[in-house]
């Protein structure tokens, strides 16, 4: 089969032909109809993820049809259409993973070839209202999305919502949730398009976060949030902690802009305010994301699609930071 691998850091994916994976017992095998990438896939090929393994093929999402199950499952599963959810051994408890978690797509080979061999487990029929590009589309940042803004953020109709850089692919589906909730929702970006974009979605405002002063436009134009979600981290999120409400919280996913960060004690303490970690999610996680992306007919927002042999292109324009929303991999068929 055609396949992206990574032989080494700091080097294009090579596509190249690949032995076919056959599943064992408790596996099926997918036929991809697409992919896409997440800034893991990113990180991973600048060398900026811990215990990278080589040769490995990345890819967390993807959508595809069963078309071979392992000895002890049903054949009757041979046919459907079903997604991918990358969580691989999350473990027993809702709170966090357990140590054996894992994401799909390094040290697993993941999505970026013809075919993926995944747990029975990590298969879910494909929302019947998805194309294949918008399937593939939503496995990671969707459930990322939808741990942080409600299993931990606790997202109602009754928020003010922040989501910022709104061009990333968790931030457009925090988006998209907290609108068909009816909360209200303030954006920033790094680009007026996407802002207006946003906006498109039903974002009520955006900001630029690269004016030193984003912080007291929000507070002018809108007033204090109740709820933060954020994947940049760095001093945007310091200046998250100036806009949050009494008693408001903040999710935090990612930290695209930097780690280490300053935090006032004496202002979350008086404040009543929330520090909260969110990572990817848990299968009732997973399910009850498939559930409201059906029940509320949410379609990814779709930057753009690459054939596989192009993938490099793709990451090429994910490290220039030019997309809004999912970069889609389409799999020769
Ligand atoms: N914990 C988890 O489970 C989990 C899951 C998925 C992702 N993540 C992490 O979350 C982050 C976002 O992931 P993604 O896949 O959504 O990435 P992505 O699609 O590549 O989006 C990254 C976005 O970050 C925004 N950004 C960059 N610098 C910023 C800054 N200084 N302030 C505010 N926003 C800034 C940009 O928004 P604009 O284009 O609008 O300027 C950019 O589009 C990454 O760090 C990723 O590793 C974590």
């Not at 809702?94 to 995944?118: C, N």
């Not at 009816?182 to 790094?190: C, F, G």
């Not at 984003?214 to 945007?236: I, P, Q, R, Y």
């Amino acid at each position: 089969m055609k396949a992206a691998v990574l032989h080494q850091v700091k080097a294009p994916l090579a596509i190249e032909d690949v032995p076919e994976p056959s599943p064992r017992p408790g596996e099926v095998l997918i036929e991809l109809r697409a992919a896409a990438l997440n800034r893991r896939d990113y990180w991973i090929t600048q060398g900026l993820y811990p215990g990278i393994k080589v040769p490995c093929i990345l890819g967390s999402d993807g959508a595809g049809t069963v078309v071979e199950v392992g000895s002890d499952i049903s054949t009757r599963l041979i046919g459907q259409e079903v997604v991918i959810n990358p969580g691989l051994e999350w473990g027993p408890s809702e709170g966090a993973q357990s140590t054996r978690f894992r994401i799909l797509g390094m040290p697993d080979d993941g999505t970026f070839a013809e075919y993926v061999v995944v747990p029975l487990s990590n298969v879910y029929p494909k929302p019947p209202h998805l194309s294949w590009h918008e399937a593939a589309a939503l496995p990671l940042a969707a459930l990322t999305a939808y741990r942080a803004a409600f299993t931990q953020g606790e997202l109602t109709a009754a928020d003010r919502v922040l989501v910022t850089g709104i061009g990333g692919g968790v931030a457009t589906f925090v988006l998209q949730y907290s609108v068909a909730v009816r909360a209200e929702v303030l954006v920033t970006s790094s680009a007026q398009e996407k802002i207006e974009k946003a906006i498109e979605l039903g974002a009520r405002s955006g900001y630029n976060y690269t004016d030193p002063q984003w912080d007291e436009a929000v507070l002018e134009a809108s007033g204090e949030v109740n709820l933060a979600v954020d994947g940049a981290g760095g001093k945007g999120f310091e200046k998250i902690l100036k806009l949050l409400a009494p008693g408001g919280r903040v999710v935090t996913y990612g930290v695209t802009a930097g780690a280490k960060v300053e935090i006032p004690l004496n202002r979350l303490f008086w404040r009543q305010l929330r520090i909260i970690g969110s990572t990817m999610g848990s299968p009732r996680d997973f399910e009850r994301m498939l559930d409201f992306v059906t029940r509320h007919l949410i379609r990814p927002a779709i930057d753009s699609v690459f054939p596989l042999d192009r993938i490099n292109d793709g990451l090429e324009r994910m490290r220039r930071g030019e997309h809004f929303g999912k970069i889609v991999i389409e799999i020769p068929h």
